[in-house]
């Protein structure tokens, strides 16, 4: 293994363990989202009984980060391409797809939730 090949390796470790540290800490906020939900629902079935208005709950997608994370990916996957390192180029590809689904994904909710 050159020296390029191994500081590409171990960029590409620190970038799975940095998305596998997000995806935690993403967990740990959902975690709290949904026992803020639930919250909030018993405070809405409080509320009707007593005769209050009930509180609205929204979720909230991004499609920001997905969106500059997916330009990453494609820059990543130039700069490969221009190095001759096809596999890495294919591997940045299918991050930047998977980016741009979730993207997807937000822009359709926020659609729906325009209309």
Do not use: W
Not at 3 to 14: P, V
Not at 52 to 73: R, S
């Amino acid at each position: 293994m050159t020296g390029y090949e191994s500081k590409r390796a171990a960029a590409r470790d620190k970038l799975v363990d940095d998305r596998r540290a997000y995806y935690e800490k993403f967990d740990d906020l959902y975690a709290v989202y949904l026992n803020g939900v639930y919250d909030g629902k018993k405070a809405a079935a409080r509320n009707k009984i007593n005769g209050t208005k009930p509180m609205k709950i929204e979720v909230i997608k991004d499609y920001a980060l997905p969106c500059m994370n997916a330009e990453h990916a494609l820059k990543e996957a130039h700069q490969c391409m221009l190095s001759n390192h096809y596999d890495d180029a294919i591997y940045e590809c299918t991050v930047a797809l998977t980016y741009i689904a979730n993207m997807i994904e937000a822009i359709k909710h926020m659609k729906e939730q325009d209309k």
